[in-house]
């Protein structure tokens, strides 16, 4: 029996993360992974491939209608979807391979096959050939999570899916329906859309985006409604099948709607399929979620759980703050995540990027707080670009002026929240933010007048 000081179980970004770090610690370590491919959802069939087609959407959306503008004249703009998923593929390549060298250089064993918990310290890995039984000092569980259903919805693996389908469709549909607001049907929808499919994303609730700040999401609903996404809010689902050549979804109290594809975005489930929890004593909570503490130990003797198995956003930069402390812990008995600064970003056009409390939170909260918001149509920079929809709102503490939470809306908010984690981080103020030196013209000049708006003195507004 093969025995290791770390099993690490999933090598999406919280195990393999993880797997590098506790070898840098200079653990004995081994990762299991049933996909051929490292790298997990984000790498395989998530973050990744995603960005992918939006960036060659974005640009085919561009050459179709914003070229004239710069006075680019264009002729005969085309669409070849093969080669569109043939870079994304490519892309995901590079990245998955790029682990495999990772765990090459770190000396971390590989083990292709299902991991399954056999008792305390021993894990069976399920492959092709017979099971290999291994032994471990430390269990690290990472093994994420899958899309979840919705009752009534029939999935065919081909037109009513998920996000896996809804990356690889082998043709532009004429009409895709998008079950979920979130993260995955904001995005995915987006990219068909600019490809040229008729969208239209049907949401539980009132509003898209659940869990970020109100005032934006509002804002990002009628940009994105001015892109030519049709919504219906309030719009609960009951079921999707497929009708001859057409799927047919309904919704509470409206007309069944007809179209070619159905993609469902209605959230993630804890993958704990089969993983043999009962052996160590460990039990899931009522959504799927193995209990952890502060450490990431679970009740099970030194077996531990990080990212989208335990409870917390679904985000793969949270899973590596977490695989990362975890093993900190476990060899040096410190490590510890700041939930308060982990970022969110959806990347449509404009992108939205968040990092702590929304307003509503405050608000709830009954917190006595300032804030200042400045439009992106008063920067420079924005203007070159031709990205000028959107706005920066930084909320900060009354008494203190600590940055409680930044939101933004507009052309590349995933790159600008990064100064906004950095503030949450080191519990700056907004007069920090606002006396740092913005480069000029740049887009991040944006945060530094929303930081001078919460002392009611921005510069070009
Ligand atoms: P989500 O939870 O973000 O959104 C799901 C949406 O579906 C919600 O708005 C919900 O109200 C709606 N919904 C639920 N039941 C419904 C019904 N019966 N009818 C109509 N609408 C219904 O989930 P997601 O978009 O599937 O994303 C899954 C996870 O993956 C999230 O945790 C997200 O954070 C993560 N993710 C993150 C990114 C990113 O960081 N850019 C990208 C993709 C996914």
New binding site residues.
């Given amino acids: 029996m093969t025995r290791h000081d770390l099993i690490v179980i999933g090598a999406g970004p919280g195990g393999y993360v993880a797997a590098i770090r506790a070898a840098q610690l200079g653990l004995n370590v081994a990762c299991v992974e049933k996909e051929s491919a490292l790298g997990g959802t984000c790498l395989r069939i ?2 990744i491939p ?1 960005k992918a087609l939006l960036e060659s959407s974005e640009r085919y959306h561009q050459a179709r209608t914003a070229m004239a503008e710069h006075g680019i004249r264009l002729k005969d703009v085309g669409l070849d979807l093969p080669a569109l998923h043939r870079r994304k593929d490519t892309i995901v390549r590079t990245m998955t391979d790029g682990i495999g060298l990772l765990f090459k250089k770190r000396k971390i064993t590989r083990y292709l096959g299902h991991a399954r918990l056999a008792g305390p310290g021993k894990v069976v890995v399920d492959s092709d050939n017979k099971p290999v039984e291994l032994e471990a000092r430390h269990v690290l569980i990472a093994t994420g ?1 899958t ?2 259903g ?1 009752p009534g919805i029939e999935f065919d693996g081909d037109r009513i899916g998920t ?1 896996t389908e809804g990356l690889a469709y082998p043709d532009v549909p004429e009409h895709l329906v998008v ?9 995915l929808g987006t990219v068909w859309l600019r490809l040229g499919a008729r969208v239209t994303v ?4 009132d509003r ?4 970020t700040d109100s005032q934006l999401a509002r804002q990002a609903l009628r940009i994105f409604k001015n892109q030519g996404l049709e919504f219906r809010l309030s ?4 079921a999707a099948r497929i009708d001859g050549d057409n799927c047919v979804v309904e ?1 509470e109290g409206a007309e069944p709607l007809r179209c070619d594809r159905v993609l469902v ?4 489930t804890p993958y704990t399929e089969n993983l043999g929890l009962e052996s160590v004593g460990i039990e899931v909570d009522g959504k799927g979620r193995i209990s952890v503490r502060d450490d990431f130990a679970t009740s099970g003797d030194r077996v531990y759980a990080i990212g ?1 198995v335990i409870r917390g ?4 930069h949270k899973a590596e703050e977490e695989g990362v402390a975890c093993v900190e812990r476990i060899v040096t008995g410190r490590g510890h995540v700041n939930y308060d600064a982990i970022p ?4 449509t056009e404009p992108e939205i990027a968040s990092v702590g409390k929304t307003e509503d939170e405050l608000k709830e909260a009954g917190a006595r707080y300032r804030k200042g918001i400045f439009q992106y149509r008063a920067n420079a920079r924005a203007h070159a670009l031709g990205q000028t929809d959107g706005s920066v709102k930084i909320l900060a503490d009354e008494q203190t002026d600590r940055v409680l939470g930044v939101h933004i809306l507009g052309a590349r908010a995933g790159d600008l929240i990064a100064e906004a984690v950095a503030a949450v981080e080191l519990g700056a103020t907004s007069q920090d933010i606002a006396r740092c030196s913005h480069a000029h013209p740049t887009l991040a000049e944006i945060v530094k007048e929303a930081a001078l708006a919460v002392d009611g003195r921005p510069i070009h507004a």
């Fill in positions: 998530g973050c995603s999570s899309s979840a919705l996000s079950i979920g607001a979130g993260y995955i049907g904001l995005e049907l949401e539980y609730l898209i985006l659940p869990g719009s609960r689902v009951t919704a975005a209605v959230g993630r989208d956003p679904m985000l793969a969110g970003v959806c990347y």
